[in-house]
């Protein structure tokens, strides 16, 4: 049902832990996992320790997510990511914040009539937004849970105009 991976990021994490919730709740066959690159556990929750003891600046990954159900090391091959993304009825595509511009993951969950939940406000000024597929999350730390399972439950309307508008950016 829903589809979503990315690097481990807190404000991911925080969507990502709401959108498993609402997976697990209503019973959905769904991927979300957040990557991080493979470490040796116990040096780095030491090393996470002695920096906290210090006060110095703590790396971004508490020690606690490597044992979070959302943590994977694995990565996809690009053959697994493509059929995943196709049999999924809703993509979570959230850009870092040092991104701008669309992510191929949005464009072929586009070309794929597929929802979207995105953070990239900026999907609004194209001509092939569509309410009805995009729901735009501005405040990943102030999102609600029954905004997110309505828009997963909603049925994704489509009209011709559009898929010819999404059909010109293939």
Same mark, same amino acid.
Do not use: C
């Given at each position: 049902? !829903?589809?979503? !991976?990315?690097? #481990?990021?807190?404000?991911? #994490?925080?969507?990502?832990?709401?959108? +498993?919730?609402?997976?697990?709740? +209503?019973? /959905? @066959?769904? #991927?979300?996992?957040?990557?991080?690159? $493979?470490?040796?556990?116990?040096? /780095?929750?030491? !090393?996470?320790?002695?920096?906290?003891?210090?006060?110095?600046?703590?790396?971004?990954?508490?020690?606690?997510?490597?044992?979070?159900?959302?943590?994977?090391?694995?990565?996809?091959?690009?053959?697994?990511?493509?059929?995943?993304?196709?049999?999924?009825?809703?993509?979570?595509?959230?850009?870092?914040?040092?991104?701008?511009?669309?992510?191929?993951?949005?464009?072929?969950? !586009?070309?794929?009539?597929?929802?979207?939940?995105? @953070? +990239? $406000?900026?999907?609004? &000024?194209?001509?092939?937004? @569509?309410?009805?597929?995009?729901?735009?999350?501005?405040?990943?730390?102030?999102?609600? /849970?029954?905004?997110?399972?309505?828009?997963?439950? @909603?049925?994704?309307?489509?009209?011709?105009?559009?898929? &010819?508008?999404? +059909?010109? /950016?293939?």
């Amino acid at each position: 049902k !829903l589809f979503g !991976l990315g690097r #481990y990021d807190t404000d991911r #994490y925080h969507l990502f832990k709401l959108l +498993n919730e609402i997976s697990k709740s +209503n019973s /959905y @066959n769904s #991927y979300i996992k957040l990557q991080t690159p $493979r470490i040796d556990k116990r040096k /780095y929750s030491l !090393l996470y320790s002695i920096k906290k003891i210090l006060h110095l600046s703590l790396p971004k990954t508490p020690p606690s997510f490597f044992k979070d159900e959302l943590h994977t090391y694995d990565e996809l091959t690009p053959s697994i990511f493509r059929t995943i993304i196709a049999s999924s009825d809703v993509i979570v595509d959230t850009s870092a914040s040092h991104q701008d511009g669309l992510t191929a993951r949005l464009m072929w969950a !586009l070309g794929l009539h597929k929802k979207i939940i995105t @953070n +990239n $406000r900026f999907v609004t &000024e194209y001509d092939f937004y @569509n309410k009805s597929q995009f729901l735009i999350i501005d405040d990943i730390f102030d999102v609600q /849970y029954k905004q997110i399972e309505t828009f997963i439950k @909603n049925d994704l309307i489509l009209d011709i105009g559009i898929i &010819e508008k999404i +059909n010109k /950016y293939k």
